[in-house]
T-cell receptor
Framework: KQEVTQIPAALSVPEGENLVLNCSFTDSAIYNLQWFRQDPGKGLTSLLL?????REQTSGRLNASLDKSSGRSTLYIAASQPGDSATYLC???????????FGKGTKLSVIP | GAGVSQTPSNKVTEKGKYVELRCDPI?????LYWYRQSLGQGPEFLIYFQGTGAADDSGLPNDRFFAVRPEGSVSTLKIQRTERGDSAVYLC????????????FGPGTRLLVL
């Protein structure tokens, strides 16, 4: 059974810093990995999707990497802004599966 | 265009009552998913529809939970004899196809069972 872990559970950084959020998964036979953002009391917003054949994806100030062999993914946020404050969730989709297995998330606070 | 919508946004009910939660997916999306998110946890998969049929309902916790999608668009999650442990945020998502597609989530329905 796939298990997804995110470390740290919470992170506080000053505005302008670059930061990295970590995600690890136990079953390397994933189909893809998605990163989501969740604002308090809201649903999930998809940020990036990395197919199992890809190593990374970029969107604006966000860059996500995937290393299947080590069971890890990272989300890099450049030049953080207060508006980036939210909980970031990663989710792995198993091979041939549409089910997403989520981590518990990392709660990010960017201090002005 | 319109995203995934869910109604109601909040639902308070008493233990033992029946509730229905509605999801309206993005137009043209054939795949629809229900997840449940408890406080401080990531969402957990409940059920997946491809068109009108439930392709995988392995995540439904017990037979009190049931979901339908009769016309391949709107879906309703039904919970009978609600229990306090059913209190959570119920999230719906849709995708254009099935495996490997980006899933787009709605805002969720917050269910509180007293």
């Amino acid at each position: 059974k796939q298990e997804v872990t995110q470390i740290p559970a919470a992170l506080s950084v000053p505005e302008g810093e670059n930061l990295v959020l970590n995600c690890s998964f136990t079953d390397s036979a994933i189909y893809n990995l998605q990163w989501f953002r969740q604002d308090p009391g809201k649903g999930l917003t998809s940020l990036l999707l990395i197919q199992s054949s890809q190593r990374e994806q970029t969107s604006g100030r966000l860059n996500a990497s995937l290393d299947k062999s080590s069971g890890r993914s990272t989300l890099y946020i450049a030049a953080s802004q207060p508006g980036d404050s939210a909980t970031y969730l990663c989710a792995a989709s198993g091979a041939g599966s549409y089910q997403l297995t989520f981590g518990k998330g990392t709660k990010l606070s960017v201090i002005p | 265009g319109a995203g995934v919508s869910q109604t109601p946004s909040n639902k308070v009910t008493e233990k033992g009552k029946y509730v229905e939660l509605r999801c309206d997916p993005i137009s043209g999306h054939t795949a629809l998913y229900w997840y449940r998110q408890s406080l401080g946890q990531g969402p957990e998969f409940l059920i997946y529809f491809q068109g009108t049929g439930a392709a995988d309902d392995s995540g439904l916790p017990n037979d009190r939970f049931f979901a339908v999608r009769p016309e391949g668009s709107v879906s309703t999650l039904k919970i009978q004899r609600t229990e306090r442990g059913d209190s959570a945020v119920y999230l719906c998502a849709s995708s254009l196809g099935g495996t490997g597609e980006t899933q787009y989530f709605g805002p969720g329905t917050r269910l509180l069972v007293l």
